[in-house]
């Protein structure tokens, strides 16, 4: 890569040319442009030293691509020379002729490189493997496709020329983003304050509690004076059986077996389950 981005135009380099200002979009297309079709028909020397004046033009865009897959489990060093790598691959594959713009073309051949060298080095989980066998079908195809059609293929359109389901291509292109999965204590906000994991919900015991009244209420309204005060003693005011047998005037063992008939009754009311023989 220390040959792409430390090139010396000479002289008369293409850059050189007039046109809109260096560094803007439009003049990285329009010099781009120019030299690919300098290649054509240049001498091979010539084709290469032009070919590498494309890719310094557009490394800046290689690198954006990579950048859309950071913080995956992969060092973000790693990423940017696989999209540098795929830059030079569509650099000598692009066709001038075609009558497409060379963006195009290099981005999803870019993007394709990266999502293949993470299904080779990145996988925490494993898709099954027909997924897998897909996806690198369906990474052949884009390139194919996006040459053919000077844009990046539909899942529809890539289901097509596979002779696969949408439902698999759409699994396959889904699963892509399987890779490794961020720590929860990986920090969010410019501060840094506050984690994933605080920013994740938690488990609302409220509904589950509502639910209970509104089940429950019904069939504690069946209950006996009694009955009732010995449940607010037990589950309300937390008392023991002990405190609970001076309070109605039993023994502790009473209590308890007035604890379990009780119980027992509520289950019944709820679920229509009858008592078990000897509680009552």
């Known amino acids: 890569m220390s040959s792409i981005t430390s090139l010396h135009a000479p002289a008369d380099s293409p850059t050189d040319s007039p046109g809109p200002g260096p560094g803007t979009r439009a003049y990285r297309a329009e010099q781009t442009e120019a030299l690919l079709r300098r290649s054509a028909d240049a001498s091979a020397p010539e084709r290469q030293w032009l070919l590498e004046e494309v890719v310094r033009l557009n490394i800046g865009v290689a690198h954006a691509v990579a950048a859309r897959y950071r913080s995956r489990g992969i060092d973000q060093d790693d990423l940017e020379q696989v999209a540098g790598l795929a830059l030079v691959k569509a650099a000598h594959g692009f066709d001038p002729t075609a009558g497409h713009p060379f963006l195009s073309y290099c981005v999803p051949t870019i993007r394709g490189e990266i999502k293949r060298y993470f299904r080779d080095h990145g996988w925490m989980v494993r898709p099954p493997r027909r997924i897998q066998e897909l996806q690198a079908r369906i990474s052949a195809a884009e390139a194919e496709l996006t040459y053919a059609l000077g844009r990046s293929p539909r899942p529809s359109e890539l289901a097509v ?40 919900g938690g488990e609302d015991t409220s509904h589950s509690a509502a639910e209970a009244r509104v089940l429950l209420a019904p069939a504690v309204r069946r209950l006996g004076d009694r009955d009732r005060r010995i449940l607010m003693l037990r589950f309300f005011r937390g008392c023991t059986q002990q405190e609970i047998a001076e309070d109605i005037g039993v023994t502790q063992m009473q209590v308890s077996r007035l604890l379990s008939r009780i119980l027992a009754d509520l289950r019944e009311s709820l679920h229509g389950t009858p008592a078990a023989p000897g509680l009552s």
């Open 161 to 200: 020329h596979l002779d696969e389901s949408l439902e698999d291509v759409t699994e396959a292109l889904s699963s892509d983003g399987c890779f490794t999965p961020a720590s929860l204590d990986r920090p969010l906000g410019d501060n840094g304050s506050v984690s994933l994991g605080d920013a994740l």
